[in-house]
């Protein structure tokens, strides 16, 4: 027997040895009761942070850090990490509820603060969506995700709570697929004989609590037949952590979207009948086609074209409308801001679907206090292709799959085709996301050096080094390598010349 949940989970989250562990399921899977008791397994220190309406920010959250470790006044990323490393015990930091600070400055926070832990500190974020971190990092590669399919009540948890009837039991395994809160809601009715979804309480929640938190598209996605959404849709549920094949639920939105209340799909002027894939450049230089066609820009102001370059990067995540206002219009007040987004958001959309009103737009949606550009099924995002490729071959590199890494990092490279959006130059918003991209290119440059020269392909590590180098001439271990592959390779004079530049590398570093 497998154990329930709480035996099963409680020890990954307490002694678990990753910096940081995601807990990403919709409402109703237990989160905060799990959370509740891998702190009271954690041997050591635990502080807890709830974000909510009043307390978003950056100050709240360091706030709530320094006064739990007694850091006094200013407190800072520094402050705290300095704090946690004198700790004579682990210290383990259980956010809940972060799905409120994704995509603002808090959340940059909680990911410097997992990038630079301690060796005692620990972050376990939990909520009802993938946090915007950057898990192809090589410190977050290893970052567990523990989502709806593994936070659901095992079979024999339920069968137990029914031992003198387990038909009923197995009929409510194969309608909630054991997730805990439908299992509570449907049980009397099941056990009564009649359709779960006959009751209010049932249908309450899963309109309030799982549909009315998501954000439109995946909704829309998830009334469309099975198997009729596409690939788009187990990407998206995964990012909410969602297992959209629960029976109960679609058989909810089934009744409550019936065919003659589905709403229909909207048609722009590139396709007729469908939604127009949207592919999206932002390597070397911004491209964006619809159905093939480069889009008009001829019309739109520069701030406009701005906004859609800063939603491309992020193409299928939210950016919240404060990060927007922030990049954009970085010296004007916030109602000034405010106005000049909601123009932007507006004129893009004519853009990219005219003839559309707001309210039928499907490719720029807004999900809270957010915006999305959505990525239909035929769609593309070179900088979301590269992410996945990059994220995967290091990942393979790290459980010693070198076949598999080889392939993901090479097709990484060829998506990096260039500094990302050079069109905005040295603008303050894209410099920082400009420099990330740049890193993970030659991270996966240097890891695919290694893992040519570890299969003794000599000739295949040159070159991969060659290409981190020339990305970023500073990087010793690469200089170390591509002589050691020059070497290799049987080609001492090409060792040789290499060894020299490595010297003038380090020369203009003044280092001895």
């Not at 008791?37 to 709530?64: C, E, I, K, M, Q």
């Not at 070198?402 to 990484?412: V, Y």
């Amino acid at each position: 027997m497998r154990g329930t949940v709480r035996e099963r989970l409680v020890p990954v989250l307490a002694r678990g040895t990753a910096p940081l562990t995601l807990v990403v399921a919709p409402a109703g899977y237990g989160k905060t009761t799990l959370l509740a008791y891998a702190a009271d397994a954690f041997p050591g220190r635990v502080l807890h942070w709830r974000p909510s309406r009043d307390t978003l920010g950056v100050h709240a959250l360091l706030a709530r850090l320094g006064r739990q470790l007694e850091v006094a006044d200013p407190v800072s990323v520094e402050s705290v990490l300095l704090a946690v490393e004198r700790c004579a015990d682990p210290v383990l930091l259980l956010v809940d509820g972060a799905q409120h600070v994704h995509g603002t400055p808090a959340e940059v926070v909680l990911e410097e603060l997992a990038l630079l832990a301690p060796p005692n500190l620990r972050l376990i974020l939990s909520g009802r969506r993938m946090p915007a971190l950057n898990l192809t990092r090589l410190e977050l590669a290893e970052t567990p995700v523990l989502s709806a399919r593994q936070l659901r009540l095992h079979t024999s948890e339920m069968a137990a709570s029914f031992a003198d009837a387990p038909e009923v039991a197995g009929r409510l395994a194969e309608l909630t697929h054991g997730w805990p809160a439908l299992f509570k809601l449907s049980a009397p009715a099941v056990l009564a004989g009649r359709d779960p979804l006959d009751s209010a309480a049932l249908r309450t929640y899963l309109d309030r609590e799982v549909l009315g938190v998501l954000p439109p598209r995946l909704a829309h996605l998830m009334e469309r037949a099975p198997g009729a959404a596409g690939p788009e849709l187990p990407e998206l549920a995964e990012e909410y952590g969602l297992d959209a094949d629960v029976p109960l639920l679609r058989a909810h939105l089934a009744r409550r979207c019936g065919p003659a209340a589905r709403p229909a799909v909207v048609t722009n002027h590139a396709f007729a009948d469908q939604a127009a894939p949207l592919s999206l450049r932002c390597f070397s230089r911004y491209e964006a086609t619809l159905a093939g066609r480069p889009l008009d820009w001829s019309r739109a102001r520069p701030r406009v074209r701005a906004l859609a370059r800063l939603l491309s990067v992020h193409a299928g995540r939210p950016v919240h409308r404060e990060a927007l206002m922030a990049a954009l219009w970085p010296e004007s007040p916030a109602r000034t801001a405010g106005r000049g987004l909601q123009v932007a958001v507006s004129a893009l959309r004519t853009v990219l679907e005219p003839g559309n009103d707001r309210g039928r737009s499907q490719m720029l949606v807004r999900s809270g206090e957010a915006y999305m550009l959505v990525l239909e099924p035929g769609g593309s995002c070179d900088v979301r292709a590269f992410e996945a490729a990059a994220g995967e071959g290091v990942r393979a590199a790290a459980h010693g799959d070198a076949e598999r890494a080889a392939g993901a990092l090479g097709r990484a490279l060829r998506l990096y085709t260039g500094e990302l959006l050079p069109e905005d130059g040295p603008a303050e918003w894209v410099v920082p996301i400009r420099e990330r991209y740049r890193n993970q290119a030659v991270q996966a440059a240097h890891t695919l050096a290694e893992v040519e020269l570890g299969r003794d392909r000599a000739e295949a590590a040159v070159a991969a080094a060659t290409h981190a180098l020339s990305l970023d001439p500073f990087q010793d271990a690469v200089w170390r390598l591509l002589i050691a592959a020059h070497r290799q390779a049987g080609d001492p004079v090409a060792a040789r010349h290499a060894e020299r530049r490595h010297a003038q590398m380090l020369d203009a570093l003044g280092v001895q």
